[in-house]
């Protein structure tokens, strides 16, 4: 009696997952219209308003493709600088996907903008680890910075696993994450239900591994949501400024740093930010000299 009240609340667990688990947003979707929320005037009913809404929709559907062409005709038509232009418009109305931003990246390295190249690589690999074309470019791009700083080794282990949580994005992560949830909720009840000892056993062990990838797999999706949220991550965009001792423009300059490097922000004052490069060294840069990628 009590295997069937265990089952009886696994089937119940299963239907919950089911109906209620969504797989984590991974902030790389572009809606495919965006609404406008300006009303000209007070006259009209509620279909006259309804329908100027419906029309307001499409108009901004076909502007917002309408713009991607041009860029991407002024791209292959090498103006660069007017494609950078139309790109930057349509991040304007809060639209955002890895192609974006890596088209975007592609514009700025051709127009000699490294820091702006490097910073859009950086914001399309977030969206899309696992994009080979992306990864290359932002290597490319890297190794035309002047600063040439060795990082701190990093334990192998820690650098292997991140290099495996990278071949898929957030969303990705996510739904493996429920496929193991329901896999093992499915193994746990043919443990219980098979009379068989050997289905048992398969049942029992097939639990245990289903629940180990479910875990890694939920692990690996909240890694790359963290690492999309990181607020901590920026990328210097003038050609060359000096790294302070302290958050105030009379203090000593410690180090130079120059267009497209790195820098991880440790903490904010004011109009100032304290950072740390790949080799540890740290100090203090103005915001205007750095964007948060």
């Not at 600088?81 to 109305?93: C, E, F, G, P, S």
């Not at 955002?96 to 890596?102: D, N, R």
Request: charged share 20%.
């Amino acid at each position: 009696m009590k295997r069937y009240a265990i089952c009886a609340v696994a089937l119940l667990g299963m239907a919950v997952t089911l109906r209620a688990a969504e797989p984590a947003d991974s902030l790389a979707g572009v809606p495919d219209t965006v609404q406008t929320a300006a009303a000209e005037g007070a006259e009209g009913d509620a279909a006259a308003t309804a329908a100027a809404a419906q029309t307001a929709d499409k108009e901004t559907a076909l502007t917002e493709a309408q713009l991607w062409d041009k860029a991407n005709t002024a791209y292959i038509n090498s103006d660069f600088h007017t494609a950078i232009d139309v790109y930057n418009q349509i991040l304007a109305r809060g639209l955002g996907s890895a192609k974006l931003y890596y088209n975007l990246g592609n514009a700025c390295f051709k127009d000699e903008r490294l820091g702006e190249a490097i910073l859009n690589y950086n914001r399309a690999l977030r969206l899309a680890p696992g994009n080979d074309d992306i990864r290359y470019n932002l290597g490319v791009a890297e190794a035309m910075t002047k600063d040439n700083i060795e990082a701190i080794p990093e334990f192998f282990l820690a650098s292997w696993l991140r290099a495996v949580r990278h071949v898929m994005g957030c969303t990705s992560w996510s739904i493996l994450s429920l496929v193991a949830l329901l896999a093992a909720l499915g193994l746990f009840l043919l443990y219980l239900l098979a009379q068989r000892l050997p289905l048992r056993k398969a049942g029992f062990y097939g639990t245990l591994v289903a629940f180990l990838l479910f875990v890694v797999t939920t692990w690996f999706a909240a890694g790359e949501r963290h690492e999309i949220l990181d607020d901590t991550q920026a990328v210097v965009m003038t050609a060359s400024t000096a790294v302070k001792s302290s958050p105030d423009k009379s203090s000593t300059d410690l180090f130079v740093l120059h267009e497209g490097t790195k820098v991880t922000v440790t903490d904010r004052l004011d109009d100032w930010c304290e950072v740390v490069i790949a080799d540890g060294k740290k100090g203090w840069l103005e915001r205007s000299k750095i964007e948060v990628i």
